[in-house]
C-alpha cells in the first residue's frame, strides 16, 4: 500500500462544475503539497498546507491532520484546469516528498 | 526573478553510456530536490542537496548520484544506464527545507536506447 493515495484516478467534468480530489496518507508529516501538471511535464506548485485551508483564486485546499486526509476542490471548472493533480507529503523529520499516483482531470466545454 | 532552469531538455542515450543533468535553482533558495517521474512509477524523489550535502536519499541504486556545488546548482550522475532509466527528471528548488514551497523546472525527458 502506497504512503500517499489519492482517488479519482480519472476526473472528467463539464465546464462549470465543482470538483473535489482526495489524497490520503498514512504517516507523519511535516507538510502536504498540491501540485498540478500540464502536459508536456511542467510542474507548479499549487498548495502548501500543514493545517487548515488555504484559497488561491478557485482552488481551495484543506487539510485534516487527524484524519491524514486533504482535498482540493476546483470551483467553477474551465477546461483550462485540465492537468494532472498530484498531491505530495513530506514525512516528519525528512526533506523528501512521497508523491501520490496523481489524478488526470479532464474539464469539457 | 528567472526560473529554475534544467539542462539539457532532452538527451537520447545508449545503454551502458552514462549521463549527468544540470539544474540551476531560483536564486537564493539553497535547497534542491531531484525526481525521476516514469508512466509506470509516477514521481518517485531521488535526493536533496542543501548547502553542498546531501540530505536525504531515495531508494535507487548507487548508479545514481548528485553533488551540489557552493552556488546552490545541482547536477545528477546516472552511470551504466539501463533501458528503465529512461524517464523525466525534474528537479525543484527551495528556500531552506524541501517541504518549503517547491518550485520546479521544466525537466530533462532521457531516452535509452
Known amino acids: 500500500k502506497n504512503e500517499v493515495e489519492q482517488s479519482p484516478q480519472n476526473l472528467t467534468a463539464q465546464e462549470g462544475e465543482f470538483i473535489t480530489i482526495n489524497c490520503s496518507y498514512s504517516?507523519?508529516?511535516?507538510?502536504l503539497h498540491w501540485l498540478q501538471q500540464h502536459p508536456g511535464g511542467g510542474i507548479v506548485s499549487l498548495f502548501m498546507?500543514?493545517?487548515g485551508k488555504k484559497k488561491h483564486g478557485r482552488l481551495i485546499a484543506t487539510i485534516n491532520i487527524q484524519e491524514k486526509h486533504s482535498s482540493l476542490h476546483i470551483t467553477a471548472s474551465h477546461p483550462r484546469d485540465s492537468a494532472v493533480y498530484i498531491c505530495?507529503?513530506?514525512?516528519?523529520?525528512?526533506?523528501?516528498?512521497?508523491f501520490g499516483t496523481g489524478t488526470r482531470l479532464q474539464v469539457f466545454p | 526573478k528567472a526560473g529554475v532552469t534544467q539542462t539539457p531538455r532532452y538527451l537520447i542515450k545508449t545503454r551502458g553510456q552514462q549521463v549527468t543533468l544540470s539544474c540551476s535553482p531560483i536564486s537564493g533558495h539553497r535547497s534542491v530536490s531531484w525526481y525521476q517521474q516514469t508512466p509506470g512509477q509516477g514521481l518517485q524523489f531521488l535526493f536533496e542537496y542543501f548547502s553542498e550535502t546531501q540530505r536525504n536519499k531515495g531508494n535507487f541504486p548507487g548508479r545514481f548520484s548528485g553533488r551540489q556545488f557552493s552556488n546552490s546548482r545541482s547536477e545528477m550522475n546516472v552511470s551504466t544506464l539501463e533501458l528503465g532509466d529512461s524517464a523525466l527528471y525534474l528537479c525543484?528548488?527551495?528556500?531552506?527545507?524541501?517541504?518549503?514551497?517547491?518550485?520546479f523546472g521544466p525537466g530533462t525527458r532521457l531516452t535509452v536506447l
Open positions: 525543484a528548488s527551495s528556500r531552506q527545507q524541501s517541504w518549503d514551497e517547491q518550485f
Open positions: 505530495a507529503a513530506t514525512p516528519y523529520n525528512t526533506d523528501k516528498l512521497i
Open positions: 504517516v507523519g508529516i511535516s507538510a
Open positions: 498546507l500543514s493545517s
